[in-house]
């Protein structure tokens, strides 16, 4: 059976990553928006899965630092498909 995961799933779920990390921080939206030089509407359309744009999400990553998470899992996965063509 296949397990599809929709845009939207995964839009909302980042959402709710940034606003757990923001409140972890006991941050306002309007605190970490002035932090990253964003609107807190823009802060706010994040964590609500409302097409937030890749500088935003990275913005926000960078700020509490999980760019490395995300750059290891790109890494990990072009490494990958490099061995998997070099296989054939």
């Given at each position: 059976m296949l397990d599809f995961i929709t845009i939207k799933e995964v839009k909302t779920n980042m959402g709710?990553?940034?606003r757990q990390l923001r409140?972890?921080?006991?941050?306002?939206?309007?605190?970490?928006?002035?932090?990253?030089?964003?609107s807190r509407?823009?802060?706010?359309?994040?964590e609500?899965?409302?097409?937030?744009?890749?500088?935003?999400?990275?913005?926000?990553?960078q700020y509490f630092d999980e760019m490395k998470s995300?750059?290891?899992y790109i890494?990990?996965?072009t490494?990958?498909?490099?061995y998997n063509q070099s296989m054939y």
């Amino acid at each position: 059976m296949l397990d599809f995961i929709t845009i939207k799933e995964v839009k909302t779920n980042m959402g709710q990553l940034c606003r757990q990390l923001r409140k972890a921080q006991k941050l306002t939206k309007l605190e970490l928006a002035e932090e990253l030089g964003l609107s807190r509407f823009t802060v706010a359309k994040l964590e609500n899965g409302e097409n937030p744009t890749l500088d935003t999400l990275l913005k926000v990553l960078q700020y509490f630092d999980e760019m490395k998470s995300l750059n290891q899992y790109i890494l990990d996965k072009t490494n990958d498909l490099n061995y998997n063509q070099s296989m054939y």
